[in-house]
């Protein structure tokens, strides 16, 4: 069985769009968000059509934050600076992208 990618279904499902933090971002709660998926043959609805354009409108407070710059202005996401570099900062970064993200500012990380 090929390996599934969750992130992709999830904004089929309707469930959010892709942040410029390259995180699913849902309407109500942001980045804060757990993906799961449960793998049947019957027929389910999706609970919501696509979001295909995305609603971070000008906000790119995200990309300023990371400290590794493995967030970029073009919408790439470079996973080895996010990873391995973020691994020897003296300090994690603590998901800052995330964090900062005022699309469900009211929960917590």
């Known amino acids: 069985m090929p390996k599934l990618q969750f992130k992709p279904l999830a904004y089929a499902a309707g469930l959010g769009w892709r942040g410029k933090n390259n995180l699913l971002i849902h309407p109500v709660f942001g980045p804060r968000v757990v993906i799961g998926v449960i793998l049947t043959d019957a027929l389910v609805e999706a609970p919501g059509r696509p979001i295909l354009e995305p609603l971070c409108g000008d906000c790119d407070i995200c990309l300023h934050v990371c400290p590794v710059g493995a967030l970029r ?9 996010c990873y391995y570099r973020n ?7 603590g998901f800052l992208c995330m964090r900062v993200c005022p699309y469900g500012a009211e929960y917590e990380c």
């Not at 202005?73 to 600076?81: I, L, M, Q, S, Y």
């Not at 691994?87 to 970064?93: K, M, Q, S, T, V």
């Open 87 to 93: 691994r020897w900062l003296p300090e994690p970064c």
């Open 73 to 81: 202005p073009d919408g790439t996401f470079d996973r080895f600076k």
